[in-house]
Nanobody
Framework: QVQLQESGPGLVKPSQTLSLTCTVS??????????WSWIRQPPGKGLEWMGA???????YYSPSLKSRTSISRDTSKNQFTLQLSSVTPEDTAVYYC???????????WGRGTLVTVSS
């Protein structure tokens, strides 16, 4: 059973960089042919796919967030990370990490972590 767990600060100041880590257990992030995604849900709004890193290390980003988003991984720790720069209060959301065979379709999700952007 694959398990994903998000971790990181719950409060970030405007203009700073939001950094979150997803720790994966029960499966390797290098296993063919999975994608490991970050998805967020602002309060009262729908889910928004932010980007993903593939089993190969290739990265994919939402066009609307590409200029501010970076996803990387540490295979020795079986973790992948999200960095979102120049945050504003509009980036306040529950952030999820997830796994899928196809971009945008995920079978395992973390429980999510709320990140609030506020001074």
């Amino acid at each position: 059973q694959v398990q994903l767990q998000e971790s990181g600060p719950g409060l970030v100041k405007p203009s700073q960089t939001l950094s979150l880590t997803c720790t994966v257990s029960g499966g390797s992030i290098t296993t063919n042919y999975y994608f490991w995604s970050w998805i967020r849900q602002p309060p009262g709004k729908g889910l928004e796919w932010m980007g993903a890193i593939a089993y190969s290390g290739s990265t994919y980003y939402s066009p609307s967030l590409k200029s501010r988003t970076s996803i990387s991984r540490d295979t020795s720790k079986n973790q992948f990370t999200l960095q979102l720069s120049s945050v504003t209060p509009e980036d306040t959301a529950v952030y999820y990490c997830a796994r899928g065979h196809v971009l945008g379709s995920n079978d395992y999700w973390g429980r999510g972590t709320l990140v609030t952007v506020s001074s």
